[in-house]
C-alpha cells in the first residue's frame, strides 16, 4: 500500500509542479517588467564575478600562483616522437646543413 501511495504522490507532485514549469518563462507586460530580465541578468553577473573573485583570491593565497615561470617550461622537458613534421619536410637540403 505504501508503494501505490508514493507511486500516486509522485504521479500528482509532478502533475501539480508541471504547469508551474510552463508559467515560469511568461513575463507580465508592464513598464517596469521590461527591465525583469536586464536586472537578473546584471545581478547575476556580478554574483559570479564575486565568487570568481573570492575563488582567485583563496587561490593565490594559498600559493598556487607561484613561480609560474618555471612550472611553463616543466612540459618542454618532455621527448616525445615528433608526430607532425612530415618526411618529406625532414630530407630538404636546408635540413642537412644545421642551420636552421
Request: charged share 20%; net charge negative; no cysteine.
Amino acid at each position: 500500500m505504501t508503494r501505490l501511495a508514493s507511486a500516486f504522490a509522485a504521479v500528482a507532485g509532478s502533475a501539480l509542479v508541471w504547469p508551474a514549469l510552463a508559467l515560469a518563462h511568461d513575463q507580465p507586460e508592464t513598464n517596469q517588467s521590461r527591465w525583469v530580465m536586464a536586472d537578473w541578468m546584471l545581478d547575476t553577473f556580478f554574483v559570479f564575478a564575486g565568487l570568481a573573485l573570492v575563488a582567485f583570491l583563496a587561490a593565490w593565497k594559498a600559493g598556487h600562483f607561484h613561480e609560474l615561470d618555471r612550472m611553463g617550461a616543466i612540459p618542454l622537458l618532455v621527448h616525445e616522437e615528433d608526430y607532425y613534421t612530415p618526411e618529406w619536410a625532414l630530407d630538404e637540403e636546408e635540413w642537412a646543413d644545421g642551420d636552421a
